[in-house]
Every structure is written in C-alpha cells, then in structure tokens.
C-alpha cells in the first residue's frame, strides 16, 4: 500500500467528483494504490441507475466479477436479484457495488488497509449517485462504511446524512432458508425507506 499522500488522494477525489463519474471510473481502473491490483483482471466499478433510491453495497469481486467486471455475478448476483424483485424496486431504482474494486486473492475478505485504500472511490460513488438509502450487504459493508459503530440488522439508522440499513450478503442467503425468512422481514419492516 502506498502511505504517503492520502491527502493529495482526498482532494484528487473530490476533483473526480467535481468532474463527474465516468473520471472516477477511469480512476479505479488505473488505480494502484493497494496490493489487490495485481490479482485484478478487470476493476469491478459498479452497475446499476445512475440516479439510484438505494446503493446496494457488497463486500469484493470474485471469481466471475473479476473476469467480467460485472458486480454480483452469478450465483450470489441471482440471489441479489430475487432480493431487489422482492424489495419491488425497477432498475432505475438501485446501485450495486463493493467496498473494493479488485479481487482479493483465493476469495479471502479484504484487509482493513485495503478498504481504507478504495473507501475515496466508494465515497466518491456515494456523492455523485446521492442514494437515499445506503444498503450495507454483510458485516464487511459495515465495516467498511461506518467502523465505528456497531449496526444490528434490519434496523435502520441514520449515518452521515442518510439512512443506512445492514442486511444479510445475498451469497448468505443461498444455503441457509432459514435466513431467507429473515431477510424478507427486514424487508418487510423497512419498506417505507425506499417506496
Ligand atoms: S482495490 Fe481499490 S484501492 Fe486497491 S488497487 Fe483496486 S481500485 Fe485501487
């Protein structure tokens, strides 16, 4: 990881934002700035409306997002998609990404310095997609956005100016029907944040 300049990353990001999102696009795909470049194929940047109600975050590429580019890709992607149909929200609705833009090696969760490194990025996206509500999939979403406080879920709060709301990560949902239940009335419960 690079140390120095984080200032310098600071106001280069606030300059992206200034000049809209496709610089900050182009920014995470030559960016170098943590190990995880060097196991990247492609820089998992985002999809979804550019104009979203709520920004879906996720934890890090994985194998398919890292050949594709694409974020929740497959398996975990479907679950995403029974979840958004179920929350009743149109593709104009919704955002999705991940706390860093390269995959971590062999699956492994990123390291704090690693999502400290990416978090201008997510910032950045944050600011210029101005989502209502924030939706942190998973304990490392959590970590990455807010570290300092400790969110239970399905109980919305409300963090730097918006909603924020922890559910589980879609890919947790795929063996354990259990959770399923759950995360349909966490789901239920908080309607009115995005209706
Ligand atoms: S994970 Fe983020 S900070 Fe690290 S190299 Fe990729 S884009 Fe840069």
Same mark, same amino acid.
Request: some cysteine; charged content about 30%; aromatic content about 8%.
């Given at each position: 990881?690079?140390?120095?300049?984080?200032?310098?990353? &600071?106001?280069?990001? =606030?300059?992206?934002? #200034?000049? !809209?999102?496709?610089?900050? %696009? *182009?920014?995470?795909?030559?960016?170098?700035?943590?190990?995880?470049?060097?196991?990247?194929?492609?820089?998992?940047?985002?999809?979804?409306?550019?104009?979203?109600?709520?920004?879906?975050?996720? &934890?890090?590429?994985? =194998?398919?997002?890292? #050949?594709? !580019?694409?974020?929740?890709? %497959? *398996?975990?992607?479907?679950?995403?998609?029974?979840?958004?149909?179920?929350?009743?929200?149109?593709?104009?609705?919704?955002?999705?990404?991940?706390?860093?833009?390269?995959?971590?090696?062999?699956?492994?969760?990123?390291?704090?310095?690693?999502? #400290?490194?990416?978090?201008?990025?997510?910032?950045?996206?944050?600011?210029?997609?101005?989502?209502?509500?924030?939706?942190?999939?998973?304990?490392?979403?959590?970590?990455?956005?807010?570290?300092?406080?400790?969110?239970?879920?399905?109980?919305?709060?409300?963090?730097?100016?918006?909603?924020?709301?922890?559910?589980?990560?879609?890919?947790?949902?795929?063996?354990?029907?259990?959770?399923?239940?759950?995360?349909?009335?966490?789901?239920?419960?908080?309607?009115?944040?995005?209706?």
């Amino acid at each position: 990881m690079k140390k120095n300049n984080c200032r310098d990353f &600071e106001e280069r990001i =606030k300059m992206m934002v #200034e000049a !809209g999102y496709t610089t900050v %696009g *182009r920014e995470i795909i030559k960016c170098t700035r943590c190990p995880l470049h060097k196991n990247a194929i492609r820089r998992v940047i985002g999809k979804g409306s550019c104009n979203p109600k709520v920004f879906f975050m996720g &934890e890090a590429p994985g =194998k398919s997002e890292n #050949e594709t !580019g694409i974020p929740f890709y %497959g *398996r975990a992607g479907k679950e995403l998609d029974k979840m958004v149909e179920y929350m009743g929200l149109s593709e104009e609705d919704w955002f999705v990404t991940n706390t860093v833009k390269c995959r971590p090696p062999e699956n492994r969760n990123p390291r704090v310095n690693e999502i #400290e490194c990416c978090k201008p990025f997510l910032a950045a996206q944050i600011t210029l997609l101005n989502p209502k509500i924030i939706i942190l999939l998973g304990n490392t979403a959590e970590k990455a956005y807010c570290p300092e406080r400790k969110l239970d879920w399905g109980i919305p709060v409300e963090h730097e100016g918006r909603t924020i709301l922890k559910l589980y990560h879609p890919a947790a949902l795929i063996y354990t029907s259990s959770r399923k239940e759950i995360q349909r009335a966490f789901i239920d419960k908080n309607r009115n944040l995005w209706s």
